[in-house]
C-alpha cells in the first residue's frame, strides 16, 4: 500500500501550488487518476483524509475523476478508449495494442478555493460535480 | 513564507496540473541524466517476494563480472541478508532498507549511490523491494525494468498485477526447470502477458539448470550495447 506515501506527495504539491497561487483556503482538490496508474482510488481517499489532519488543508474534499485507458490501435489509426483497462485490444477490431496515450495520470488537477471569495466568484463557483 | 498580493479575490478555482509524484519524477530524469553521461546501464528488477530475484541477480552478477564493472542495489524493508548473498558475485552491492516502505524511490536510490564512481560502472542492476504493486508508480531513472515471475506463482498472476507488468519492458520467467513439476502452463502464462503488455518480450530461464540464461545474458549486453551507441551523439 504506497497510497499513503502517494497522499503526502499529493499534499505538498497541492499546498505548494495553493500558496504560489495565492489561495488562503483549499476546499477542494480535484485529481485525475488513470487506470494504470497503480492507485487504489479507496486507499487513497482514506489515506488523504488522515494526512491533511492538522495541515492547512484540513477539511479539504478530493475530488477524483477516473481516466480510463486510451490507445492507440494501429490497425484502425485511431485512439481508441478501452471499456476496461486489460485486456489491451482495441474495442473495434479487436488487435491487441500496448500503445498506451493516457490512463498513467495522478495529476493535480486543479484547486478549489474558499472563504475570502467576492460575491462574483462565489456565484461562478460551479465545480461542475 | 512569500505573501501574494490578491487583485481581485481570491481565485475560486486554479488549473495546477501537476504531476503528484513530480518530485520522484523529476529526480528520476536527473537520475536517468547521470546515468546516461556516466555510460551506466540501469536494470530495476520488480516481482513478488520470492520470485528469484536475487538468485538470479547474483548469477548476472557473476558472469557478466568477469567482462564488465557490475554493481547493484537492493532493497528490503529490513536485513543485508540479500546484499551478502549478492556480494558473493565479487559486484560492488549496497543495500537499502526501508523500514515499512513496500517500494523503492529515485531519492533512495540517489542517497545510496553517493560516494561510488559511477563512471566506473557499467551496468547497474537494481533490486525492487519484493511487491508487484507499489514499485510500477516509482521510476528510479533505470533504462529497462523487467518483472519477474516464477512458474510456481499460477498462470493468471500477470492479469492480477496488470499495471506493474504494463509498466514493465521485459518480463522474466524463472524457476523454469520446475515447469512440469508445478503443471505451469506456458500458453496461458504467455497470452497473460500479452493481455496486459501485448509484445512484451518474454525470457524463460531456471538458474539452477542454466537453462535459458545465457540468453538472458545475451539480452542485458545487446541492450548495453545500443544504450552505448545512443549515449555517444548525447554526450558529444
Redesign the interface.
Known amino acids: 500500500?504506497?497510497e499513503l506515501?502517494?497522499a503526502h506527495?499529493?499534499v505538498?504539491?497541492?499546498m505548494e501550488?495553493a500558496?504560489?497561487?495565492?489561495?488562503?483556503?483549499v476546499r477542494a482538490l480535484h485529481?485525475r487518476l488513470g487506470a494504470?496508474?497503480?492507485?487504489v482510488k479507496e486507499a487513497l481517499q482514506f489515506s488523504f483524509d488522515v494526512v491533511i489532519q492538522g495541515t492547512p488543508l484540513e477539511g479539504a474534499r478530493l475530488v477524483i475523476e477516473d481516466i480510463p485507458v486510451k490507445v492507440h490501435c494501429a490497425n484502425c489509426q485511431e485512439a481508441r478508449v478501452l471499456p476496461e483497462?486489460?485486456?489491451?485490444?482495441c474495442p473495434v477490431c479487436g488487435t491487441?495494442?500496448?500503445e498506451?496515450l493516457e490512463g498513467r495520470e495522478?495529476?493535480?488537477?486543479?484547486?478549489?478555493?474558499?472563504e475570502?471569495?467576492?460575491e462574483?466568484?462565489?456565484k461562478?463557483?460551479d465545480?461542475g460535480d | 513564507m512569500k505573501k501574494i498580493q490578491k487583485l481581485t479575490g481570491s481565485p475560486r478555482i486554479v488549473e495546477i496540473r501537476q504531476n503528484v509524484l513530480k518530485k520522484n519524477d523529476l529526480l528520476a530524469r536527473e537520475l536517468r541524466k547521470r546515468f546516461q553521461n556516466a555510460g551506466v546501464y540501469v536494470v530495476n528488477m520488480v516481482s513478488s517476494p520470492g520470485a528469484g530475484k536475487t538468485t538470479l541477480l547474483t548469477e548476472v552478477l557473476t558472469r557478466l563480472g568477469e567482462r564488465y564493472n557490475v554493481a547493484a542495489l537492493v532493497g528490503d524493508l529490513a536485513t543485508e541478508n540479500d546484499a551478502e548473498r549478492l556480494r558473493k558475485s565479487g559486484a560492488q552491492v549496497r543495500q537499502i532498507t526501508t523500514g515499512t516502505v513496500c517500494h523503492l524511490e529515485a531519492e533512495m536510490i540517489e542517497r545510496t549511490l553517493e560516494g561510488w564512481e559511477l563512471e566506473k560502472i557499467d551496468f547497474l542492476f537494481i533490486e525492487n523491494v519484493g511487491n508487484l504493486v507499489c514499485p510500477a508508480s516509482y521510476d528510479l531513472g533505470e533504462n529497462q525494468r523487467v518483472v519477474l515471475f516464477s512458474v510456481t506463482e499460477g498462470e493468471d498472476k500477470p492479469v492480477k498485477y496488470p499495471t506493474i507488468v504494463n509498466s514493465a519492458d521485459v518480463a522474466v520467467i524463472t524457476k523454469i526447470d520446475l515447469a512440469e513439476a508445478v503443471g505451469f502452463q506456458r500458453k496461458l502464462f504467455r497470452e497473460a502477458l500479452n493481455d496486459v503488455r501485448p509484445g512484451i518480450p518474454i525470457f524463460e530461464l531456471s538458474v539452477r539448470t542454466g537453462e535459458g540464461v545465457d540468453e538472458w545474458i545475451a539480452r542485458l549486453e545487446a541492450e548495453k550495447a545500443s544504450f552505448d551507441k545512443s549515449s555517444i551523439p548525447a554526450g558529444s
Open positions: 500500500m504506497h506515501s502517494i506527495n499529493l505538498e504539491v497541492a501550488a500558496e504560489h497561487n495565492g489561495m488562503k483556503q485529481l494504470l496508474s497503480g492507485v483497462p486489460f485486456p489491451m485490444r491487441k495494442t500496448g498506451v495522478m495529476e493535480l488537477y486543479a484547486l478549489e478555493g474558499g475570502e471569495d467576492t462574483a466568484d462565489r461562478s463557483s465545480c
